[in-house]
């Protein structure tokens, strides 16, 4: 987690901040805003967020806006090698192949090759405000959004 001096960096007008924007399938809006879910594994990155950048979460596939966030804990580890407290904060699986099935959904291409030895990018997000209606839908539609502020 952030420390309060953290958190007020990142979101400090003095600090440049980079922007990364994740997409997340529909079924984990809910985990995100509960706060049950503030990890996302993720197997092709060209960079990686920092602590304190921006993270845009989106509905996937159009990318919808649902979530403004920031980056915490960023690291890049085997997926076999991760422990409890580095998994915690991601949904839980059934079993290793449920895992694996669900990561071959996410990307075909790397379909037959994901397994223990498989490097993922581990990125902690806090989120600090989400525009969803009352059906858990995100979106913004005028007299039915509600914004729910995080505290931290």
């Keep these: ?24 399938d529909a079924s984990l809006v809910e985990l995100i805003v509960r706060q049950l879910k503030y ?8 960079e990686l967020p920092k ?4 993270v845009y979460m989106g509905l996937s596939p159009d990318g919808q806006l ?4 920031v980056a ?17 904060g991601h949904e839980e699986y059934p079993d290793r192949e449920s895992g694996v099935a669900t990561f071959e959904a996410y990307y ?19 989120p600090i405000l989400f525009a ?13 959004t509600v914004y729910v502020e995080v505290d931290w």
């Design 51 to 54: 602590p304190g950048d921006h």
């Design 39 to 46: 990890s996302t594994w993720r197997l092709d990155w060209d």
């Design 66 to 69: 649902f979530c403004f966030g």
């Design 72 to 88: 915490g804990e960023v690291f890049v580890k085997r997926w076999g090698d991760l422990t409890e407290e580095e998994r915690r």
């Design 132 to 144: 969803l209606d009352n059906d858990w839908n995100p979106g913004i539609r005028p007299g039915h």
């Design 1 to 24: 987690m952030l420390s309060d001096l953290e958190l007020a960096s990142a979101l400090s007008h003095d600090r440049v901040h980079r922007v990364f924007r994740y997409k997340f």
């Design 108 to 126: 075909p291409h790397r379909r037959g090759k994901i397994g223990p030895t498989t490097e993922l990018a581990v990125v902690k997000f806090h």
